[in-house]
């Protein structure tokens, strides 16, 4: 098939379900070749019935993003099928919340390891690739509204991803000479196993809710009245990784509904 991303290749992280899943469709849909990267081995299922479905070569792997080893394999894996690199969705990401007496150094760690040092050793792999094959390229990273104001109960989650803003900013810069932008993505609330999640804990904390009431409290108080989609989340990326988008770098823009405005 052809689209507009025929020919060229994204890396996707945290593919197996949720967002991730949904940003990979919308680049197989537009004739990418997507390879589709998660700890969950699911993800190769998914990428199989995705390639059918589009007639792209999307492929999945299962592969942890806080492992050096396993990034290494994965980025060797697209640049061995199809030559080239074109764009890294750093998406993958992980919640806990609980009290500050109760959150764990395990926890703490788990979620800096994942949403952190995940997305610099992916944008790392990324950027070699993209240098090497000299064409430049776009690095995009998952932010959260927790990364413009920390929640209550999660200050590793707003730790982990106010540090994502500032490694964008950071490879914004060096990566720039090399024609690679590196951009950031906030979303609000968009439903998925994450939210699901959130809203039964956060929901055990902060009151008395039955399942989906919190969440659709705060689905309440967004200005444009609704919860996000995952192809909200997509159509921003497919922008920021088109030409249109070349002169746009260092930049945590949030799809969220206006739910934060700053
Ligand atoms: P999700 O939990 O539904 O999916 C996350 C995916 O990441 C899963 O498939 C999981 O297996 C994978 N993953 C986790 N650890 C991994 C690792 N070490 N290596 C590789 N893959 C790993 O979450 P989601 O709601 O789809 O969230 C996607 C991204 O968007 C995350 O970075 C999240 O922080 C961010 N985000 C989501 C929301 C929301 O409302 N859902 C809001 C703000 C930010």
């Given at each position: 098939?052809?689209?507009?991303?025929?020919?060229?290749?994204?890396?996707?992280?945290?593919?197996?379900?949720?967002?991730?899943?949904?940003?990979?469709?919308?680049?197989?849909?537009?004739?990418?070749?997507?390879?589709?990267v998660?700890?969950?081995?699911?993800?190769?299922?998914?990428?199989?019935?995705?390639?059918?479905?589009?007639?792209?070569?999307?492929?999945?792997l299962?592969a942890?993003?806080?492992s050096p080893e396993d990034v290494a394999r994965a980025f060797a894996l697209?640049?061995?099928?199809?030559?080239?690199?074109?764009?890294?969705?750093?998406?993958?990401?992980?919640?806990?919340?609980?009290?500050?007496?109760?959150?764990?150094?395990?926890?703490?760690?788990?979620?800096?390891?994942?949403?952190?040092?995940?997305?610099?050793?992916?944008?790392?792999a990324?950027?070699?690739?993209?240098?090497?094959?000299?064409?430049?390229?776009?690095?995009?990273?998952?932010?959260?509204?927790?990364?413009?104001?920390?929640?209550?109960?999660?200050?590793?989650?707003?730790?982990?991803?106010?540090?994502?803003?500032?490694?964008?900013?950071?490879?914004?810069?060096?990566?720039?000479?090399?024609?690679?932008?590196?951009?950031?993505?906030?979303?609000?609330?968009?439903?998925?196993?994450?939210?699901?999640?959130?809203?039964?804990?956060?929901?055990?904390?902060?009151?008395?809710?039955?399942?989906?009431?919190?969440?659709?409290?705060?689905?309440?108080?967004?200005?444009?009245?609704?919860?996000?989609?995952?192809?909200?989340?997509?159509?921003?990326?497919?922008?920021?990784?088109?030409?249109?988008?070349?002169?746009?770098?260092?930049?945590?823009?949030?799809?969220?509904?206006?739910?934060?405005?700053?």
């Amino acid at each position: 098939m052809t689209g507009r991303y025929t020919e060229r290749v994204v890396v996707v992280t945290g593919a197996a379900r949720g967002i991730g899943l949904g940003i990979a469709s919308r680049f197989a849909g537009e004739g990418a070749d997507v390879l589709m990267v998660d700890a969950d081995g699911s993800v190769v299922d998914r990428a199989r019935d995705l390639a059918a479905e589009s007639g792209t070569g999307t492929l999945g792997l299962r592969a942890d993003v806080t492992s050096p080893e396993d990034v290494a394999r994965a980025f060797a894996l697209a640049e061995d099928t199809w030559g080239r690199l074109d764009v890294l969705v750093n998406n993958a990401g992980v919640i806990t919340i609980s009290r500050l007496e109760d959150l764990t150094h395990d926890a703490w760690q788990k979620v800096l390891s994942v949403n952190t040092t995940g997305t610099f050793l992916c944008a790392q792999a990324a950027a070699a690739a993209m240098r090497r094959h000299g064409r430049g390229g776009r690095i995009l990273n998952a932010a959260s509204g927790q990364a413009r104001q920390g929640f209550v109960y999660t200050p590793h989650y707003a730790a982990s991803k106010f540090g994502g803003v500032g490694l964008t900013q950071s490879l914004a810069k060096e990566l720039a000479k090399d024609r690679i932008t590196v951009n950031a993505y906030a979303p609000g609330i968009v439903g998925s196993d994450m939210w699901d999640y959130n809203d039964r804990v956060w929901g055990g904390l902060l009151g008395t809710y039955e399942p989906g009431e919190l969440m659709a409290e705060w689905i309440a108080g967004i200005p444009l009245g609704r919860a996000g989609t995952h192809d909200d989340i997509a159509h921003l990326l497919l922008f920021l990784a088109s030409p249109e988008a070349e002169y746009i770098t260092g930049q945590t823009i949030n799809v969220d509904g206006g739910m934060f405005m700053n």
